[in-house]
């Protein structure tokens, strides 16, 4: 096969992927096109609901209807490298992004639930521009009654507004367990994030709790 030949069939190969990939934005806008008479669709999701220590994380993004972000998925679905492209074109492409956290103590207290609707309630607050509707990702959150909640089930894989959100919340949360793996060692939360991986229970049973671990989770280990 004539160099040419090979040429023109990497560039179709490429223009059939991006093809496909824009079939796929196409389907995770449908819950967007079904509202589209609202100016403001907010996606909102958590990060962190699992870990046995660090806060819980929760975004909110309003895109542009006309937002075109390549690759955009569940965070849990991309690499981190993905997911930090992804982070940087989403802040510079949305209307608006907001980011909530309650830290460890705080889930303690009102336990892991309410803890994330609080944080999903933060994230809303810190928008710039007020919300017509939400995109909730599996909840409805009683601390924004006064605003349209749509609550859609693994919206974070359904919804290009939810995984806008779901990438924000990740990389701020993931960034945030990398510093606090230095303020305190031993754990390998710059890898594990806190989530409770082999490593992390071991070190923690040699090391016992530090200050962001979340005591109601980690009664089995210690």
């Known amino acids: ?25 196409y389907e995770m806008r449908s819950f967007e096109r079904a509202h589209e008479e609202m100016a403001c669709i907010c996606g909102i999701d958590e990060v962190g609901r699992g870990p046995l220590a660090g806060p819980v994380y929760a975004g909110a993004v309003i895109l542009p209807a006309d937002a075109e972000i390549l690759y955009l998925n569940d965070s849990k679905k991309l690499t981190e ?18 980011i909530g956290a309650v830290e460890a103590a705080r889930i303690d207290e009102i336990g892991i639930v309410p803890a994330t609707l609080e944080a999903m309630t933060q994230a809303v607050s810190e928008l710039s521009v007020a919300p017509d509707l939400l995109f909730v990702d599996a909840l409805r959150i009683p601390q924004l009654a006064q605003i349209p909640q749509v609550s859609i089930i693994k919206g ?22 990398m510093e606090l793996d230095e303020q305190y060692p031993g754990y390998g939360f710059a890898r594990n994030k806190g989530y409770g991986t082999k490593e992390h229970i071991e070190a923690l049973k040699r090391l016992g709790p530090c200050p962001i671990h979340r005591r109601s989770f980690i009664t089995h280990f210690i």
């Open 1 to 25: 096969m004539a160099c040419g030949e090979k040429a023109a069939e990497r560039i179709a190969r490429r223009e059939e992927r991006l093809a496909a990939e824009r079939a796929r934005l």
């Open 81 to 98: 490298k993905r997911r930090e492209q992804l982070n940087q074109e989403i802040r510079e492409k949305a209307v608006a992004v907001g």
């Open 156 to 177: 974070d894989a359904k919804s290009v507004s939810i995984a806008a959100a779901s990438i924000v919340a990740k990389v701020a949360r993931d960034r945030l367990m």
